[in-house]
């Protein structure tokens, strides 16, 4: 792309997608409605982008196409760690620290990121645009040529999950069913057996009597499980009151908490509901979430959700932050 001349300018998670599920997918560059072309030695001034991902040469208006290294930068520091590196309770608190282009590693979801990875990160987040790399130099970096191993995490209990799940909070409940459509099929296989075990005519629910079956041959095996728990399980689950469980809620129910609860998840479901951006979740993105689309709730109202939001909204101002989320995701 800079190659040819052009430069994105808005650079984000949102608008790199996947050509396809398998995993040696391309990814693909979509959203070009602030890119625009671009001559070496004439900088750019028109002031673009989100305020997570701006670059400080563009807030001070005279930029190039180095532009996307930085806002590149910023995604691969939330790919990291499921946080952004500038934050901010406004826009301008985001900028400001945008300026000042301090970047840090503190946090357990950093301690197994390797220096490398974190050298290409500084490097990309470089504040002087001059000394950051170009496209070349930084898909040569040695991080991305060798990259890191990953490990897989332990599965707890299916039944201890089912019966977390069912004491959660709404709200939580709703934003694991979410979470639960976005993990790839290698993190499911464990729990699609567990279904297909549970769905005993296959046709992909699990009926009350399929399920009280089910559990009360493996909560034999779980401490203080008793089989008067079934009846409060078995509604806990079906959470859109259908009368059975389907696939995505018996997922969003025993999803293993060291999956959920990584802070890259945390961060893209958060941004879901934080629709405009500001990196907080109001009353009005809430309510358009669950009574629109596909995570409609029939019985949803105005009453439900400033509950929802109240059990949540730790500060008391009427809204939830992403520490305020991540927080209610970790009970």
Known sequence: MHMNGIVHRDMRPENCILQDKSPEAEVKIIDFNSACSFENGKPLTEKVGSPYYIAPEVIAGSYGPKYDIWSCGVVLYIMLSGAPPFVGDTDASILEAVQRGEVGFEGAAWSPISQDAKALVLSML?????????????????????????GKQPLPSVVKKLQCFNSARRLKKICLTMIATQLQEKDLQELQKYFKSLDKNGDGNISKHELTQGLEYMSKSIPGFKPEDLEALSAGLDSDGSGSIDY?????????????TQRDILWSSFRTLDVDGSGTIDKQELKKFLTTGDAKIPSMNDAKIMSMISETD????????FEEFVAMMKE
């Open 314 to 321: 730790v500060n008391g101002d009427g809204l939830i932050d």
């Open 248 to 260: 995505t809620e018996f997922l969003a129910a025993a999803i293993d908490k060291q999956t959920y």
């Open 126 to 150: 470089t504040k002087h645009e001059d000394l950051r790399p170009n496209t070349t130099q930084a898909l040569a970096h040695a991080w991305l040529k060798r990259g890191d191993p990953t």
